[in-house]
């Protein structure tokens, strides 16, 4: 019998940088924010929060807001994103959901 080599590593969810993990819905989601390219607001820091579920299943995505950051240097905005409260990371995921 042939042995075969490890199982294929999942895709990394998220390019952005992981702030935290909640739970909800029985289940554990990273927590990212992630930052766009707006050449035309080249002074500014736009970021959204991206929402993955830890146990992502074939064929499942994560989960996005809208831009909800808009700070003028990178720093503020990850700072902006550290400060949302677990409660209101799962509102913001709750929003993202289909019904």
């Known amino acids: ?3 075969s080599g490890p199982p294929p590593e999942l895709p990394v969810p998220s ?3 992981h702030l935290t993990t909640i739970s909800y819905g029985g289940r554990f ?3 990212f924010v ?4 707006d050449p ?3 002074e500014t820091h736009r970021a959204l929060i991206c929402f993955s579920p ?3 299943n074939a064929g499942e995505r994560p989960t ?3 831009t909800l950051i808009v700070e003028s240097t990178y720093e503020d905005a990850i700072r902006k994103a550290q400060s949302f409260e677990e409660h ?3 509102g913001l995921l709750r929003s993202t959901l289909p019904d």
């Open 29 to 31: 989601w990273d927590v």
């Open 15 to 17: 390019d952005g940088q």
């Open 64 to 66: 996005r807001t809208t």
């Open 88 to 90: 209101e990371l799962v």
């Open 34 to 37: 992630e930052f766009e390219q």
């Open 54 to 56: 830890s146990d992502l």
């Open 40 to 42: 035309a607001s080249a």
């Open 1 to 3: 019998m042939r042995r």
